[in-house]
């Protein structure tokens, strides 16, 4: 195969789009409810805890406040505002959300300031959690979001603790009096638990008293959890087992793929190849042509960039009619494995912008898992140009145009490609954070066909650039890692 390998991404022989659901998708989402001091918090804490898991996350619905009008938020700084009402919660936001999140795609939650009485300008993201315990005093309130809970808990505590609880949060925590607190507590807190806080109790699943006091309960809603992860995880893998059955049949029809280029074998690529294949070379020499050979790698990933027309003015005032290319490339590295790419794409972008994630595939089911994420925060994001010609990120606005299409390649980096579960789920968080498919090419020293034909049948848009293309069952585990960083 050469250069040429590569076929328009409109071809009608393109592959048909197959199905994949992420492990986070379907996220299984716990309410936990009670009276204000109920211990919501450490309760949903105490599951954290007892589940053990880097994938679970807490959603305050405290968050979800609504924005207050001056004359509400006078009212809420003399203590007379209703904070205990369900119209004080917006609902339709926290719906909106909590959607995303079940559907596997990232949330901008709000942050409310209590010291302000009112949202503050930036938000917080959640993605991909595998457990989402929503904790508020209204989480089995709304009909919609109990559609959407796969277990409903209340917490229940004695009228007295909840007000000592109170009292020491909002003093300590949140700035407040003493009188301002009790004003609070016996205007709205508790007429309110009365008429909308405590009949949830009968909706919920389990019913816990005495929170973190209670540990039997602990245990039992853990397990339940752990159970329904355990069922996600056999579905996944199962899955995953279906793309590679996939990958297989498509790649004895159809070969690797039209959307793969494998680097032209140059008598330099051959001669860098035969070195680094060499088990008798020492590591100081392997990194050393390892990075020339990855920057050889790299230089045939830029060429895949778009260009567009650009007329400049000389120094000699005539016009000439050039390319300029269509945005800057960024780079998403796969650790560990892409980190022996790095040096190599430095050699070819010395200032390339980059990104980090961390998956790691289980070694029996070989199921990955996400535990890191570091992108930047325009990845997604288009060039704009200006009337005069110049350029930068961000929305368009005023004289700002934007032309569709445009905008840098996103460079995957990874040394070894093994079943292509890991770099599928690097390509699903990419497309999350709005990376056009398209925009997306794995540049990968070794892979298998069946892993490359495994990531192009679910993004056929994908495009893949690699030196060596291994038969299936042959690739040595890790190899290039091994060496290149001496461990």
């Known amino acids: 195969m050469t250069t040429d390998s590569l076929v328009s991404l409109k071809s009608p022989n393109a592959v048909e789009r197959a199905e994949y659901t992420p492990p986070w998708a379907n996220t299984s989402i716990v309410g936990i409810a009670g009276s204000s001091g109920s211990g919501k918090t450490s309760l ?144 709205f807190v508790k007429p309110n638990f009365h008429k909308y806080v405590e009949p949830q109790r009968h909706v919920a699943d389990i019913i816990v008293p005495r929170g973190i006091e209670n540990p039997v309960a602990i245990g039992m809603i853990s397990d339940r959890v752990r159970k329904i992860l355990e069922d996600k995880s056999r579905r996944h893998q199962g899955e995953l087992r279906r793309l590679g059955q996939l990958a297989r049949a498509e790649g004895e029809a159809r070969g690797v793929g039209r959307n793969v280029v494998v680097v032209e074998r140059t008598a330099q690529v051959r001669g860098m190849e035969t070195l680094v294949m060499d088990n008798d070379l020492s590591r100081e020499e392997f990194v050393f042509y390892f990075d020339r050979l990855v920057g050889v790698l790299v230089e045939r990933a830029v060429g895949l960039q778009a260009f567009l027309p650009s007329q400049v003015e000389t120094p000699q005032r005539t016009l000439f009619l050039g390319l300029r290319p269509a945005g800057e490339i960024t780079a998403v590295v796969l650790l560990r494995g892409g980190g022996a790419l790095e040096a190599g794409l430095r050699r070819v972008i010395p200032d390339c912008c980059t990104g980090r994630l961390l998956i790691q595939t289980h070694e029996e089911t070989e199921e990955p898992s996400l535990h890191f994420r570091k992108l930047p925060p325009d990845i997604g994001r288009p060039r704009a140009e200006t009337a005069g010609g110049s350029w930068r990120d961000g929305e368009s606005s005023g004289s700002i145009s934007s032309r569709e299409g445009e905008g840098g390649l996103v460079l995957l980096l990874d040394s070894q490609l093994k079943t292509g579960g890991a770099a599928l789920m690097a390509v699903r968080v990419l497309v999350d954070f709005g990376v056009p498919e398209e925009k997306i090419v794995i540049v990968c020293y070794e892979a298998p066909r069946v892993g490359l034909r495994r990531i192009l049948s679910v993004y056929p848009n994908v495009r893949a650039v690699v030196v060596r293309i291994v038969e299936d069952g042959k690739v040595t585990d890790r190899w290039v890692e091994r060496r290149y960083f001496g461990t």
């Open 44 to 187: 949903a804490l105490a599951i954290v805890a007892q589940l053990n898991l880097p994938w679970v996350v807490i959603l305050s619905m405290d968050s979800f406040y609504k924005v207050l009008t001056p004359d509400q938020s006078a009212c809420a700084f003399r203590n007379e505002f209703d904070f205990d009402a369900p119209e004080a919660i917006d609902f339709d936001v926290l719906v909106d959300r909590l959607r995303d999140i079940k559907a596997g795609r990232k949330a901008e939650i709000p942050i409310y300031s209590f010291e302000k009485h009112s949202r503050l300008d930036k938000t917080t993201t959640i993605y991909s959690p595998h457990v989402l315990i929503l904790e508020g005093i209204f989480a089995l309130h709304d009909p919609r979001v109990l559609d959407m809970l796969d277990l409903k808990i209340f917490a229940e505590a004695d009228a007295d603790v909840c007000l000592s609880r109170r009292l020491l949060r909002d003093v300590e925590q949140r700035g407040r009096d003493i009188a301002g607190c009790m004003k609070q507590w016996f205007r």
